[in-house]
Nanobody, 119 residues
């Protein structure tokens, strides 16, 4: 299984950005998909994930929207009202089993993509 992220870059505070993650090498519908992020000097944290439901970390609720396109084996992360504290490397992750949204529960990871929120 491989995960390929796209869509990162530089955006001004208050702006929007959309990240995408495509899964290849297996049947997409078998996997729960999510995003984590790691800001400079901080630990990696859960952002959002979808299995039977969709979940969001407290810091992004109401601003970020996760969607899933099974036909294209892709998840999209729409990030709105971005703040400087959203600056981080964003990692797409996938798991096969019904576990929690913790780093150690994820089976596969993308390489990460940088999002910078700055004026």
């Amino acid at each position: 299984v491989q995960l390929a992220e796209s869509g990162g870059g530089l955006v001004q505070p208050g702006g929007s950005l959309r990240l995408s993650c495509e899964l290849s090498g297996d049947t997409f519908s078998r996997f729960a998909m999510g995003w984590f992020r790691q800001a400079p000097g901080k630990e990696r944290e859960f952002v959002t994930g979808t299995d039977w439901d969709t979940y969001y970390g407290d810091s992004v609720k109401g601003r970020f929207i996760l969607s899933r396109d099974n036909a294209k084996s892709t998840v999209h992360l729409q990030m709105n009202r971005l703040k400087p504290e959203d600056t981080a490397v964003y990692y797409c992750a996938a798991r096969e089993n019904d576990r929690a949204w913790l780093e150690e529960d994820m089976d596969y990871w993308g390489k990460g993509i940088l999002v910078t929120v700055s004026s």
